[in-house]
């Protein structure tokens, strides 16, 4: 017993590695192709996590397995956004899954395999674990683009994510072999403390972070190691796209938290050069590119790459401000494209993706509701003042303009506005133009519920954002021990 | 120049040269077998950092196994040469270029500062000491959280190589035994009641 109780921060962890090789076992017994057991199964795991990351949640940071395992404030927050975040997806994808033949159980144990290597990077305090967890997770994201074999697109999209994706793991480990010679040691504090105190090989140091900040631009898809993005997003079946668009993205901030904020502190200056490069050009491409896409998962990937340009500024501002911003631009990030990727799904049926442009014109005379359940997604992602949007926008802006990089924050709101255009433009063929298709849309009681309670969230949190975003402040205060 | 610097620059050459090699060769099965030779010169130097585990399990799992499985690939593929080549002297001076401009930017950064007496240094150990042994130990202690991690990773690929490549053909000419035995007779046999002595049809009789 004794044993156990020491392993008391990693149960969620521990619960959900035996759920999942439950739910592998069983599913095989199971013959009803709606995998209704299956997915039940699922989310009262989904739920069993949660519960369990509440209860075991301890005041400050414990550290476990030989500091592989950290347990804080912001691991903890950020893992319950995962399950959130997953759980929702699941939801969302069912009957779109379903009536492709994807939704099998090997689909659902993926996730939840893939749902484990994120929190074991929210949880990693040792660049082993970091990218063991990255491996994990990035390993069941490969395979579930390519679940849908008859499509050539998704195998395509599928074996773009895999080269690109090894070279980036490639690339990060060769940078944190660097800071192994370099320092000795993997263990982050270890690592920040030998740079601190020892002064070992700087070059070498500057060596490795070169190469780390790239591999983490390739993991986000910030520019100039974007290129995967629109494709992976536009080829992969919608619910692929979704998850990989939504609860790893948390995964990554708490994976740029760990190496950059907490291990590399010291090398503040290096680093965060290199992360204003990256986070302009990925907003300025990001926005610019958008505009010319006629494919909606295509337009929502170029707005992903633009949303991490975001992320990175307000890690590079630094400071309580600028790390709280970066998470909650993370979570609300999260939040707007559930729901953009869950209307796709929702507006598609059999045989039918609902992702080009022109599935939207008039969706107002087809259904007012949905469509505006849209326009208050795409006011969000424009940064539209009552949305959630805006206030993520804001608050990482204000940490840069403390940080005093203000000509950053006016590129910064330049490209937004570019960037609204084509958000806009969707409202526009919404309600202003004629609906090409008037096939009766049918929709899912549990799906419909989820997205209009999605769409309402992204307005009452914008209403009212002071609670989360003093719940982001506190947890990034407490788990990197600042003051 | 000790005996062992002298040996390591031996292997290193090798290492270089093999490595060279594996991606100049034309023929599949020399460019695999030099990453035989890449991988055992490797092993050597490994044994010269005293890690006799990893050198032992490179030449044991990789030279052994990997890569006698890569060449019943090499061996089984058709590959057709003349297609793999084909552009390589087109975009030839555009790689030279830019693996120029790779080369001077890290000298140029490496070279610039003080790099050779780089960083942490390891202990020695006495002539007794297990690597095998210490490593046996670590990864079941100290180490068990990435060790159970990798499994799960292992498991992961055990999934998705499943789940990508079963697929129940229709077609198939697979054998069900048990649905071979459990055959009754009612299955395969019909007996169809022919009328007779009724005409056949029109015309001969008459």
Known sequence: MSFLSTLFPAYAEIFLLVMVSAILIVDLFLTNPNKTVTY???????????????????????????????????SDVLKMLSYLSVSMMLVYSRNYLMVRGLFTGEFMALTLFALLGMMVMISASHFLTLYLGLELLSLSLYAMVALQRDSAIATEAAMKYFILGALASGLLLYGM?????????????????????????????????????????????????HMWVPDVYHGAPTAMTMLIGTAPKLAAFAFVMRILVEGLQPLMVHWSGMLVILAVLSIAVGNITAIAQTNLKRMLAYSTISHMGFLLLGVLSGGIDGYGAAMFYAAVYVL??????????????????????????????????????MLLLMFSMAGVPPMVGFYAKFSVLSAVVNAGHIPLAVIAVLFSLIGAFYYLRIVKLMYFDAPESHVPISIQPDSGLLISMNGLAVLALGIMPGTFMSVCAVAVQQSLLLH | MSFDTLVFYLLAALTVFAALRVITARNPVHAALFLVLAFFSTAGIWMLLEAEFLAITLVLVYVGAVMVLFLFVVMMLDINLVQLREGFWRWFPFGVVLAAIMVFEMVW?????????????????????????????????EYVYPFELAAVVLLVAIVAAIALSLRHRRDSKSQDVAKQVAVRREDRVRIVSVPSGKKAGPGIED
């Open chain 1, 40 to 74: 039940a199964l699922v989310q009262l795991t989904l739920l069993g996590c949660s519960m369990i990351t509440v209860s075991t949640h301890q005041h400050g940071v414990v550290y476990l397995f030989h500091n592989m395992f950290v347990d804080d404030l912001m």
């Open chain 1, 177 to 225: 072999s660097m800071f192994y010679g370099a320092t000795g040691t993997l263990e982050v504090a270890a690592v920040s403390d030998a740079i601190t105190h020892g002064v070992p090989n700087k070059a070498l140091l500057v060596f490795g972070l070169v190469f780390v900040v790239s591999g983490l631009a390739f993991k986000l898809g910030a520019v100039p190691f």
């Open chain 2, 109 to 141: 950064v490496l070279g610039s500062r003080q790099t050779v007496e780089t960083g942490a240094q390891v202990a020695k150990h006495a002539a007794d000491y297990s690597n095998t042994k210490e490593l046996g130990r670590l990864i079941y202690t």
């Open chain 1, 336 to 373: 707007m494209s559930l729901g953009g990727f869950g209307m796709i799904m929702l507006l598609s049926r059999e045989g039918f993706e609902a992702d080009t442009l022109n599935d939207y014109k008039g969706l107002n005379q087809r259904s007012p509701w949905l469509a505006f359940v």
